[in-house]
């Protein structure tokens, strides 16, 4: 009798036993983030599982640097912290001005970003305590480029951040007609028009790299 329960016992224990150790291996099988031994023996990482969420932060950004220059027709966003109701985005009118709740008419063009941001600063200092603006330039229309002649893209161009001669002819792509050879730069300068040559295959091979200058607004290019 006692070898009966002794039996039974341990037939008990055995099966008990292999039971944990399957759920163990089906536990790391199931687990997203295990390895898994390849053919060549070595381990392919699994991605997480899709119910893992997943955080992203979008953020904005300006099409002009930090000394970019405000002008006529660009649009700025100001975002005065913890007043949605100061806070706007709006384009700066031919006269160069700008109109904020409390503050009416603010002269923008002329100033950069950072420069603006501090004369709205002091400004509501009146309305509000310690107010904090940002400005953005999100449009830069006062500052384009054009680009003529046997190009892809013709028409006007927004001017970034120390964009090249270079730099725009990528924009705008060539014909199959277009003599690389003879392009030039439209500048006025004080009145004065400068005609500034551009040898594009020269200037990509490195033999003419002062010919790939800054561009200016109001620049044309012309590619013949």
Same mark, same amino acid.
């Given at each position: 009798?006692?070898?009966?329960?002794?039996?039974?016992?341990?037939?008990?224990?055995?099966?008990?036993?292999?039971?944990?150790?399957?759920?163990?291996?089906?536990?790391?099988?199931?687990?997203?983030?295990?390895?898994?031994?390849?053919?060549? @023996?070595?381990?392919? $990482?699994?991605?997480?599982?899709?119910?893992?969420?997943?955080?992203?932060?979008?953020?904005?950004?300006?099409?002009?640097?930090?000394? +970019?220059?405000? @002008?006529?027709?660009?649009?700025?966003?100001?975002?005065?912290?913890? $007043?949605?109701?100061?806070?706007?985005?709006?384009?700066?009118?031919?006269?160069?001005?700008?109109?904020?709740?409390?503050?009416?008419?603010?002269?923008?063009? @002329?100033?950069?970003?950072? %420069?603006?941001?501090?004369?709205?600063?002091?400004?509501?200092?009146? +309305?509000?305590?310690?107010?904090?603006?940002?400005?953005?330039?999100? %449009?830069?229309?006062?500052?384009?480029?054009?680009?003529?002649? $046997?190009?892809?893209?013709?028409?006007?161009?927004?001017?970034?951040?120390?964009?090249?001669?270079?730099?725009?002819?990528?924009?705008?792509?060539?014909?199959?007609?277009?003599?690389?050879?003879?392009? +030039?730069?439209?500048?006025?300068?004080?009145?004065?028009?400068?005609?500034?040559?551009?040898? +594009?295959?020269?200037?990509?091979? @490195?033999?003419?790299?002062?010919?790939?200058?800054?561009?200016?607004?109001?620049?044309?290019?012309?590619?013949?």
């Amino acid at each position: 009798m006692r070898k009966s329960v002794l039996t039974t016992v341990l037939l008990g224990v055995i099966v008990a036993g292999a039971w944990a150790q399957t759920e163990h291996s089906d536990d790391e099988t199931d687990n997203g983030d295990a390895a898994v031994p390849a053919a060549n @023996g070595s381990d392919i $990482e699994i991605p997480p599982s899709t119910d893992q969420k997943v955080s992203v932060t979008m953020s904005t950004v300006s099409p002009a640097g930090p000394g +970019y220059v405000i @002008g006529i027709d660009d649009v700025l966003r100001i975002a005065v912290w913890k $007043e949605p109701d100061l806070s706007a985005t709006l384009p700066v009118r031919s006269d160069g001005m700008i109109s904020l709740p409390l503050l009416n008419d603010v002269l923008a063009a @002329g100033l950069t970003p950072m %420069q603006l941001a501090a004369v709205l600063t002091q400004k509501l200092k009146k +309305y509000i305590a310690a107010p904090r603006v940002t400005v953005v330039v999100t %449009q830069a229309n006062s500052h384009r480029i054009y680009v003529l002649g $046997e190009v892809l893209h013709t028409g006007p161009v927004t001017l970034l951040h120390n964009m090249t001669v270079l730099q725009a002819l990528a924009t705008a792509g060539f014909t199959q007609f277009a003599n690389t050879k003879g392009i +030039y730069v439209l500048r006025t300068d004080s009145g004065q028009e400068q005609r500034i040559p551009f040898n +594009y295959k020269r200037v990509i091979k @490195g033999e003419a790299a002062s010919q790939n200058i800054l561009l200016k607004p109001g620049d044309t290019i012309v590619v013949p």
